[in-house]
């Protein structure tokens, strides 16, 4: 119906046919130059092998961005820490001990983390509130709790690992704040 009125030749990936015998099966395929007759085996593998093919795709970009997102979060937070030495110095003059301000550190820490994860999930909502209503009607997203727990403890690692190896480094034996 659309062909000599969209500009563009009409095209189909496939079209599938149900019941017809080999021969008007093949009548078919025949009167459409470049068409191609393929079983439902066929054609269910050939899907799943496209599926497959795509989803490794998806988690290599979806991979990539986690590693650069988590370069940038380690960067910042080891950038903050160290710029805190000044206050380090001056918490130690007064009489703050090592284990105190290790304490302090791993306290803000888990306050980012805390933080972190909850502005993540709050400016994610939308979008995945959109998406599910579009893609099952109900605006309730649905997010395995594994994956989402091993996400926040993967944050929470990261977190407390770049800011406590920042500040081990800056209280060392040589780099002593007091």
């Keep these: 119906m659309a ?4 500009g563009t030749p009409q095209a189909y990936g496939q079209i599938l ?8 099966l093949a009548a078919l395929a025949a009167a459409r130059p470049g ?8 054609y269910n593998a050939e899907v799943a092998q496209n599926d497959q093919q795509n989803s490794f795709a998806n988690l290599l970009i979806l991979g990539v961005i986690a590693v ?11 950038v903050s820490t160290v710029e805190r030495r000044g206050r380090v110095r001056l918490l130690a003059r007064v009489g703050a ?20 994860v909850a502005a993540g999930a709050a400016v994610c909502a939308g979008t995945l509130a959109g998406l599910s209503r579009a893609v099952t009607g109900s605006a309730a997203p649905f997010i395995p709790a594994g994956p989402a727990a091993l996400l926040a403890a993967a944050v929470a690692a990261l977190t407390l690992g ?14 002593n704040p007091a």
């Design 3 to 6: 062909d000599g009125h969209t």
């Design 97 to 116: 001990t090592t284990r105190q301000l290790a304490w302090s550190f791993g306290w803000q820490a888990l306050f980012v983390t805390a933080t972190g």
């Design 68 to 78: 650069l997102a988590a370069v940038t979060l380690v960067n910042t937070l080891v």
């Design 162 to 175: 770049a800011v406590l190896t920042s500040f081990a480094a800056m209280t060392r034996r040589g780099n």
């Design 35 to 42: 068409a191609r007759l393929a079983s439902r085996a066929v």
């Design 17 to 24: 046919v149900s019941g017809g015998s080999q021969r008007q």
